[in-house]
């Protein structure tokens, strides 16, 4: 079940004073009462709070966040449109929604709320913080909390966003700033820019699979065998294309990339590398040999300077998507580094 | 100089017959007297029959296309709006051009047309067929040509259009569809859908270099160093997508995206595989390690099932395009391959 909490002020990275910040969050289990058994979730771009629902394979008891010991939170990243302050909030000041005049945060901000959130729960300690691409860029600030984070999960990310992952945002952008229904973002919340939205859609999807999972999945086949109709991977798109409008928000969207694009670790904190070597948590990280986004030397970059890290290859051909399709796989990794890195040190077992 | 010639009637693969046909065409270098030292360049999607525009450093006296000896020939490709037949031509049973209703031809017809213009020279065989990407699709139906041809250079390209490269191309088409400018393509010459086609120019731009050519170049560093300017990367696609717009018509991206959206040599030949195997002429298959569109594995395949063939690998970082940036290199490969395979069956040297 969806809760809310509001933070009563936040000072963004910018300066931005952000008052009465809605968070989303979702939570399973029990909080200890040492209140150090926690572990933090987050989500990618497009997902809910809802971890089981699109990580059910690795949540519950017995698997890698066992709810039976662990108290498991993912909070709604700001700008997203599952509950938490959003583009589709009211503006206070105006009785409309924010539409694309919501002050911009960054992933340390969204983190920082985050904090807000666990402070309010009473937590002491996190156990460990795990997420992939946008979840994986909160796991890495929350390296910066030090001792209040024990372990961390990064996967399928690096300490920064790459002009090349960048590209792909600023293109699905201009997709969407394509579509004449969009109007800087000040569009009628009946008619908006769903072709755009969809458009974008289309090309994040390619670049979370990869070469070889598309030839294997769909070929050179048409729709019905059809020879005039659209190749079934075209179909496939469209389809993906359609299922996001039907669930998001342009302005959340385009709110989203720009915040993902925020993401380097070392903004503010000195040289890249030097910054990468003051993570000094133990560190799974998990890297995916397919992946043509967060590409593998990313995963490589992270273990070789983080001092306490190891790397996991996971060598599925899905691409990037491969931390929500093998999630079998996933667990088991994460479980095995869990039970010898974190387990151990957990004071309180929850019954 | 650009020419024309007019080709009086062809029969598409689908049964449909063009008549008419206008191709524009550059040539440099004479046809010897024996007719067989001809050198046929496929161009790529965007690109003019202009090979000393965008190959001048493999193409001139001494140089791997050496106009000394060969007679280079370029076709502009039925779809491209350089001088061919296209969208923008003027369909004689209205009076208006054809915008979208242009007869579709697949890689196939356009080779084949090309194969009629260098009859109308009277060309008697062809000395060996280059080009990367869509030319490179070009190069592997002249082989189907057989004795005709007695080389080939494929590069950067697969034996058929991969669903992952098709995922592209759709990707594309659709944030042109966006546009509301687009009007399934019957759109106002005065009022195209700029927009959308440079969002699809700047999705094209990203999947024809790489992750670590980006990374070099732009790092995370943004326009003039102001943080609050784009970042350098974006501002890079804005350009080339602006660049596209300013020389090229949707109809005619959406076109040839979807003719190469038709590359399949086995199609109507049997199967892939045994298809391949008849290629019999001399090849040189080029890769490029970091290309992330047509993957080195589809020219390991290529040049595994060719029985004639051999393999170069550029390992540049540039991508796709490595074809288009390394021409010194290209060149040196080229050559040494024609001097070896080709040169030395050259009936009469042209002075």
Redesign the interface.
């Known amino acids: 079940m969806v809760k809310t909490a509001t933070i009563p002020a936040y000072t963004l990275e910018n300066g931005t004073i952000l008052r009465n910040v809605r968070l989303a969050y979702q939570t399973w289990g029990v909080l200890s009462k040492t209140a150090d058994n926690v572990v933090v979730v987050g989500h990618s771009l497009t997902s809910t709070p809802d971890v089981s629902d699109w990580w059910g394979g690795i949540l519950g008891p017995g698997r890698a966040l066992d709810t039976t010991r662990y108290f498991v939170v993912c909070a709604n990243v700001v700008g997203s449109p599952y509950g938490s302050l959003s583009p589709l909030s009211i503006d206070p000041d105006t009785g409309r929604p924010y539409g694309p005049d919501l002050p911009q945060v960054t992933v340390r901000d969204i983190v920082g709320l985050q904090k807000l959130l666990l402070d309010q729960f009473g937590v002491r300690q996190v156990a460990f913080a795990i997420g992939g691409s946008l979840g994986g860029m909160q796991v890495l600030e929350w390296a910066y909390y030090g001792g209040f984070v024990r372990g961390i999960v990064p996967i399928g990310v690096g300490g920064?966003?790459?002009?090349?992952c960048?590209?792909?945002s600023?293109?699905q952008r201009?997709?969407?700033?394509?579509?004449?229904?969009w109007h800087e973002g000040r569009y009628d919340a009946a008619h908006p820019?769903v072709?755009?939205l969809?458009?974008a859609r289309?090309?994040a999807?390619?670049s979370y699979r990869?070469?070889p999972s598309?030839?294997h999945?769909?070929?050179?086949a048409h729709v019905n065998g059809m020879s005039e109709a659209?190749?079934?991977?075209?179909s496939y798109?469209?389809h993906h294309?359609q299922k996001l409008v039907d669930r998001f928000d342009a302005n959340c969207y385009v709110y989203l990339t720009r915040l993902m694009?925020t993401h380097?670790v070392a903004q503010g904190r000195g040289a890249y590398e030097a910054v990468l070597r003051e993570i000094a948590q133990e560190a799974l990280v998990v890297g995916i040999r397919s992946d043509?986004l967060y590409?593998l030397?990313e995963q490589e970059e992270l273990a070789r300077l983080m001092p306490n890290a190891r790397l996991a290859v996971m060598d599925d051909d899905h691409g990037h998507d491969t931390f929500l399709i093998e999630q079998e796989a996933l667990g088991d990794l994460v479980k095995r580094w869990r039970k010898e890195v974190i387990d151990p040190q957990l004071m309180v077992v929850q019954a």
Do not use: C, K, N
């Open positions: 920064r966003h790459s002009p090349w960048i590209a792909f600023e293109a201009q997709a969407i700033f394509a579509d004449a229904a820019p072709a755009g969809a458009a289309m090309i999807m390619i990869s070469f598309f030839a999945r769909f070929g050179r659209p190749y079934q991977v075209e798109l469209r294309g694009d380097d043509v590409t030397a």
